[in-house]
């Protein structure tokens, strides 16, 4: 296994780490009344997965894989649209039904502070997100044409 292979299985490892440390605490606290999780969970691993790649593209084993760059560049644009609509359906379910509906125990002081938690970190993972899903094609562009006009560049 080349040491690429090697730094893209971490990486995975990594997201689904990431996505453990903030999913778990939400199941334990909200059980099933929150109705966001696949929105929650695709949103942690875009914004990591699209970040390693902005960044460290030269290191993947994908860097010179034409025609998955060219493949990405387009998915990226439902892919936007849905992290959007996503946004949009947790920003309308705020405001007419509140955090604390989905808290178990609505008495204990604390839960409104895990409700803010709650909150926050899904606000930052799908903005963080969907910026990084509208950089993701200008960067697969610019190594398109690196790789298609130097040869030892991504």
């Known amino acids: 296994m080349t040491k690429e292979w090697k730094f893209e299985w971490q ?23 929150f109705r966001f999780y696949t929105e ?49 359906e947790f920003q309308k379910f705020l405001d007419e039904e509140g955090i604390a509906s989905v808290l178990v125990h609505t008495s204990d002081m604390s839960n409104y502070n895990f409700g803010k938690f709650i909150r926050y970190q899904y606000m930052f993972f799908n903005t963080g997100a969907i910026v990084v899903t509208f950089l993701m094609p200008i960067r697969l562009i610019i190594s398109f044409w690196r790789t298609y006009n130097t040869p030892d560049k991504v």
């Open 40 to 88: 929650n969970i695709v949103s942690i691993a875009v914004f990591l997965s699209f970040s390693k790649y902005i960044f460290l593209l030269k290191f993947s084993p994908f860097a010179r894989k034409k025609w998955l760059k060219f493949a990405v560049v387009f998915l990226c644009i439902p892919l936007m649209m849905y992290l959007i609509d996503a946004l949009y």
């Open 11 to 33: 990486s995975y490892l990594f997201v689904v780490g990431v996505i453990a440390l903030f999913i778990l605490p939400i199941y334990n606290v909200a059980e099933h009344k």
